[in-house]
């Protein structure tokens, strides 16, 4: 093993940072961190017309998000393509590429023609012992690796074992397009080296292009980082992962109001696992992980799952860590701004206080938003369906009657509380559930609630008299 583990996330910047992209990013954080190592973040931004400054932006701030961070400067492969091209020239001053002046035309008939004879598409190699002298007039050469023509490719990967590639089956790919772009495999090839990257973690589709590049390392002379190609991520149901399942940008999970924890936990455990462990922090994560602990078959991503995780890691967290995590949520959630406008002080109070029961409901913060929602509206309360139906004529009359008895009281504390609403429904011949509905309805406009004497110690003596006193005014 290397003195020093170096690993690399190089996401693509098409588009923002999906799950199976920010798993990627996680083993890879993971198992440098396991061993003292560091990982590498690197652009892969040389599709000039898909890459963009804000998908770039994107991926940065969903890796932030999730708390893993990288060693040094994001690096753009673009940058680097000069480094790319001198590769390339190298590789053709010793003989192992060459100069291919196939024609477009010329390109579309061999696929064709493989086609019609059910063979894979490769290139037939018209110009890999050619004379450069033949070449047409007006034709700018793409530079062609010269692969081996016969013997095999043999990657022993972390994951997927011993795979044996016939070199039959690896045409001369492109390094060098005749625009003097570089290609993909090329340019990977070449960071990696220049970078130290020790082990390449990755998905398994990247596999065909593992054993491409590991042809370009051996005519280098560079020796081949230690290769992991990681499982696909599939829904539950075991179909392709799609939107409905949950391939979505890391930005929405954050806006359904996840916890990094929680997404790092269910992250890990798509094709990873340590025992029969669920649930593990962070450091236990760091401490545990191991390339040879992942599986080689699909994981399955599970929204209810990661709703009961979070609520897990929700319920879990210290109160003003939560309060704090909830705060600066808020600009994310739908409807947070709003709410945080109104957010005074004395309204952070009223959630800190309310927040051990309102956790106890919610499985992510926006349900946790929704919990404080009778916490932060405003006078008349808008009341919801169920509400209405319970603020029947009936039990406005028993609020009005109840009204006198909780504006007796200076000790505005639980017990108290407790003690005027039980005696009122004793002497009114009521169950207790008759008036405390009523009473849930007038102060938080919904059915359903933290206790009911939880709201009215939460909401304090002014708020919960007046909101009282909106539902029964003229009675």
């Known amino acids: ?6 690993t690399r996330f190089a996401p693509s910047p098409t588009g923002f940072l999906h799950i199976g992209g920010a798993r990627t990013a996680l083993f890879n954080w993971l198992y440098a961190k396991a061993r003292g190592g560091t990982m590498l973040l690197r652009i892969e931004d040389t599709d000039r017309e898909r890459s963009t400054e804000a998908a770039v932006a994107a991926i940065i701030d969903g890796l932030t998000w ?3 961070d990288w060693d040094g400067a994001p690096v753009s492969q673009f940058s680097r393509a000069d480094r790319h091209r001198q590769v ?7 003989g192992r590429a060459y100069r291919c002046y196939c024609t477009p035309a010329e390109l579309d008939e061999m696929r064709a023609r493989a086609l019609a004879e059910k063979r894979p598409p490769r290139y037939d190699g018209r110009w890999r012992d050619r004379d450069p002298a033949e070449a047409p007039a007006g034709i700018s050469p793409a530079i062609r690796f010269r692969a081996p023509l016969d013997g095999e490719t043999v990657i022993e990967d972390h994951v997927q074992g011993r795979v044996v590639i016939p070199n039959k089956d690896l045409d001369d790919l492109i390094i060098l397009r005749s625009d003097g772009t570089p290609t993909y495999n090329l340019s990977v090839v070449v960071d990696d080296h220049d970078m130290g990257v020790t082990h390449i973690v990755r998905g398994v589709d990247h596999l065909t292009n593992a054993a491409r590049q590991m042809l370009l390392y051996e005519a280098l002379g560079w020796p081949v980082p230690e290769m992991a190609h990681i499982p696909l991520i599939h829904g539950p149901d075991g179909a392709k992962l799609s939107k409905r399942h949950g391939a979505l940008g890391v930005e929405a999970y954050r806006e359904m109001g996840y916890l990094p924890a929680a997404m790092r936990n269910t992250l890990a455990r798509l094709g990873w696992s340590h025992g029969d462990d669920e649930i593990f922090s962070t450091e236990q994560m760091i401490d545990w992980f191991d390339l040879d ?8 991503f599970d929204f209810v799952k990661l709703a009961n ?3 897990h890691y929700l319920r879990a967290m210290d109160d003003e860590a939560l309060l704090a995590a909830f705060l600066a949520a808020l600009q994310y959630l739908p409807g947070g701004e709003a709410v945080s406008a109104r957010l005074t002080p004395e309204l952070q ?3 800190r206080t309310a927040l051990p029961g309102l956790k106890e409901r919610a499985k992510t913060l926006v349900e946790l938003l929704d919990g404080i929602g009778f916490l932060v509206a405003e006078r008349p309360l808008g009341l919801d369906e169920k509400a209405e139906k319970i603020l029947d004529e009936p039990a406005r009359s028993a609020l009005a009657a109840l009204l006198p008895r909780l504006a007796a009281i200076e000790d505005w504390q639980q017990e108290p509380l407790e003690t005027a609403v039980r005696g ?3 002497d009114a011949g009521l169950k207790l559930g008759k008036i405390a509905q009523p009473l849930r309805a007038a102060l938080t406009g919904r059915a359903t609630s933290p206790g009911i004497f939880d709201v009215l110690a939460v909401l304090g003596r002014d708020e919960s008299l007046a909101r009282i006193g909106d539902q029964t005014a003229g009675r």
């Open 88 to 94: 390339a020239d190298d590789l053709l001053a010793a």
């Open 66 to 68: 999730l708390g893993l």
């Open 309 to 311: 995780l979070n609520g």
């Open 293 to 300: 602990g992942i599986g080689k078959s699909p994981a399955r």
């Open 1 to 6: 093993m290397p003195d020093r583990i170096v």
């Open 424 to 426: 009122f429904a004793e």
């Open 349 to 351: 109070d009223k959630i």
